[in-house]
């Protein structure tokens, strides 16, 4: 079975930083694309950001450029989302989801991890 | 940007009936769009993908169907089960976005 364990969410103050992790398995996770989308609280999905394969070629929404990194280490069956400077309306529950056919649609989803920037 | 619009915002329809959802893309994405059926406190679920093609192990009573700029996301017989946001998503260009979402009630 095709499974997504996010973690790494909480609460931090703006400004501050937080890395958050994805624990993929049930299937090669080195041979596809991978995502992260949030969803803030009562409102709609956003993209964030995809990477490739072999971890090369990366893609941002423009609101979270130079303040997030999206990475993986395919050797521990894992993607990560670096999250530094991060403003109030940065608070979302962050999915990790598998990205089919070069990053374009989404299956499956993990359950998500809850960031909360608050002062 | 590539903007994506969703009609109706809710949408409340008896057990059995047909209904449609629209999505509007701000310019020509071909066929690059999937749907996704969101349940309350739960992740959404890939539902269509390439504007018409069904996922594995969703029901035959959801469809797919449009390109370029107008798709439409159709429930042949509402079920109590489908009551949940339906969400649009382009694939076409970078920021991938999301339409804002259609929420289906039972009647």
């Known amino acids: 079975e095709v499974q997504l364990v996010e973690s790494g969410g909480g609460l931090v103050q703006p400004g501050g930083s937080l890395r958050l992790s994805c624990s993929a398995s049930?299937?090669?996770?080195?041979?596809?694309?991978m995502g992260w989308v949030r969803q803030a609280p009562g409102r709609g999905l956003e993209w964030v950001a995809n990477i490739d394969p072999d971890g090369t070629e990366k893609n941002y929404v423009e609101s979270v450029k130079g303040r997030v990194t999206i990475s993986r280490d395919n050797a521990k069956n894992s993607l990560y989302l670096q999250m530094s400077s991060l403003r109030v309306e940065d608070t979302a529950i962050y999915y990790c989801?598998?990205?089919?056919?070069?990053?374009?649609?989404?299956?499956?989803w993990g359950q998500g991890t809850l960031v909360t920037v608050s002062s | 940007d590539i903007q994506m619009t969703q009609s109706p915002s809710t949408l409340s329809a008896s057990v059995g009936d047909r209904v449609t959802l629209t999505c509007r893309a701000s310019q020509s994405i071909g066929s690059s769009l999937a749907w996704y059926q969101q349940k309350p406190g739960k992740a959404p679920n890939l539902l269509i993908y390439k504007a018409s093609n069904l996922e594995n192990g969703v029901p035959s009573r959801f469809s797919g169907s449009g390109s370029g700029t107008e798709f439409t996301l159709t429930i042949s017989s509402l079920q109590p089960d489908d009551s949940a946001t339906y969400y649009c998503q382009h694939f076409k260009s970078y920021p991938w976005t999301f339409g804002q979402g259609t929420k289906v009630e039972i009647k």
């Open positions: 049930g299937f090669t996770f080195s041979g596809y694309w």
């Open positions: 989801a598998r990205a089919l056919w070069f990053g374009g649609w989404f299956d499956p």
